[in-house]
């Protein structure tokens, strides 16, 4: 980082500084130790950020292993952000403190819910790897030279099990019988696939909506006002940085995993003057990028495992739909050959995604334990004052 690229966020925790040495110019100026620590957890979001970014250059940024990534970033972020706020308790108690931390905590509650959505997605990952499995038992011919008419009609009626679970809901069944052609065969056995599906999908109300809750935890965040970083000593700087990190990697989440009412048109603009901005996002341009391709503007979620499987599906779908289809020919070869790919991709998330899911299970937590540990820290920061 050039030594000319001086964050927004240090400019500011500088003018209560500069403040007190205009009050008092011939005080002897004391170590900077809380405007250090701050500068610190500026510093370390930006480094995360910027290290995140350019592994996205790298590879597609919506795979399991990269969204693992960026939950790991946030949970450094978030681990640094409650130590600053347990070291500082007695701020809380002062105003616009007071405000500033307790609104940061409603938008966290949001957060919770989102993680609990997600959690659910991740079941349904898990369902589809099962039919994607049958698929792949269905059409592998290592261990037979042929395959007969019921691994066949097998496979077809899994990929079409695969097709209608992997459709996002606000999509109609005209508009996926146009993607699967073996869907309009069996109207009846479809319909009862859809309801039986959706009976799976979610612990949430069917009234819960990811995008209005996307659209709840970003409501209003501005950046904090001159006089209230100075009145809180830079804190409300870091609540800032730590509430626009949250918004961020809730909207990754939301981006690439199914979620009732996904929906990816919230407006955030984080200012360039901090040095996590930009890399932050650069992000989120290439994500919106990605959403906008034609193969991904009615996808369940965008991460790349589901896309792969997806993609790859539709293609062998197509290839043992078509008319006398035998393994013997050209056709044959190229089922061979995706089947190979399905099961690679299928691979990948049976390593990643439990851990995945490990993760944000503890990104749930920890924002349980910080929110806890500062509600409590007032009261006792309260009788000890008494």
Known sequence: MPETDISFGRSLLSLRRDQAN????????????MEVELDSFQRQVAEKFIDLNASADDEEPLSLEWI???????????????????NHKSQLLKQPMDRLIEDYFE??????????????????????????????????????????????????????????????EKESSNSLAQRNRSFARNKEHSNKNIGYIRSLSWSVSRSWSAARQLQGIGNNL??????????????????????????????????????QD??????????????WAVPVMSLHDKITEESKKRDKKKACGLLREINQ????????????????????????????EKVEELMHVCEDVRECLEPFERKVREVFHRIV???TESLDSPGKAQNDQE
């Open 68 to 86: 693992a990534k960026l939950l790991d970033s946030f949970l450094c972020c978030q681990e640094e952000f409650r130590v600053i706020i347990s």
């Open 262 to 275: 996904r929906g990816l048109q919230v407006n955030f603009y984080f200012p360039r003057h901090f040095q």
């Open 107 to 168: 938008r966290s509650v949001k957060a919770l819910d989102v993680c609990n959505a997600i959690r659910d997605g991740i079941e349904q990952i898990r369902q589809w790897q099962k039919v994607v499995e049958i698929v792949t038992s269905a059409l592998d011919t290592s261990q037979r030279q042929d395959l007969g008419e019921g691994e066949i009609n097998r496979a077809k009626k899994a990929l079409i099990d695969l097709a209608i679970g992997m459709v996002d």
């Open 369 to 371: 334990r910080s929110r």
């Open 222 to 259: 501005a950046t904090p006002r001159t006089s209230d970083v100075i009145a809180t000593s830079g804190l409300a700087l870091t609540v800032y940085t730590m509430t626009s990190i949250l918004l961020f990697v809730m909207w990754v989440l939301v981006a690439a995993i199914p979620c």
């Open 22 to 33: 205009l009050m008092d110019p011939t005080a002897i100026p004391e170590p900077m130790t």
């Open 309 to 336: 499987i997806e993609r790859i599906s539709r293609m062998l779908s197509e290839l043992i739909d078509s008319d006398n289809f035998s393994m013997a020919d050209e056709k044959g070869v190229e089922v061979k």
